[in-house]
């Protein structure tokens, strides 16, 4: 980003004003990247737990593949997923807060014992399924916030706050030469003066003569 200015007080007060700003905001900004990292890493180390606990429930399920085949899934579905939305280091996020199922009767006495045990097993499996879905999300919305977070804190760190500092050494520099070209004139025009009215007092005397 280019800074414009001009070689003016009123400019170089608006540029100090604008470094002010950054130089109070980068600390807060420098904060909250810190915490989005931390949060992005929490979020990614529980994808991975739920993504063994996934494997865990999947060999499970594997070690009942030839039961299964009696089961009907028809008697299971996913009626709802409820959620919420809560603000992590300043990002708003989906939260999984229930997962409701409807499940249909059924005749425990014509149906295998363990079709309890099937309903349990397929609602965990569908659970951490659901979840995993939320945390990504998570993490996508995290990562994308932390990103963002670091561009601004690059731009200004690297960028505004020293763009800045160096239009206000220019200005003041030029301020600087131009009030001691003017001081340097003023004493140019004052002793040309004190020169003028010495050679003015001596012709004054030597007329008097």
Known sequence: MAITYQF???????????????????????????????????????????????????????????????????????????????????????????????????????????FYDGFEQLKAIADVGIRQEFVRRKVDLLEYARKKTTQKVNLFEKVQIPGYQDAIRKIKRFMEDEENLSKSSQKIVKAKRQREAELAEQERKEAAV
């Open 8 to 114: 003016n007080k009123t400019s170089l007060q608006g540029l100090e004003k604008n470094l002010k700003m950054r130089q109070r905001t980068l600390p807060t900004l420098q904060s909250k990247e810190s915490a989005l990292r931390l949060e992005v890493k929490k979020a990614k180390d529980e994808i991975k737990e739920l993504d063994e606990e996934v494997n865990r429930r999947i060999k499970a399920y594997d070690q009942m593949i030839a039961l299964w085949g009696e089961f009907d899934t028809s008697l299971i579905h996913v009626d709802d997923v409820r959620m919420s939305i809560k603000k992590i280091a300043g990002v708003r996020v989906p939260v999984l807060d229930e997962v409701v199922y409807t499940t249909k009767a059924f005749s425990i006495y014509d149906s295998p014992k363990w």
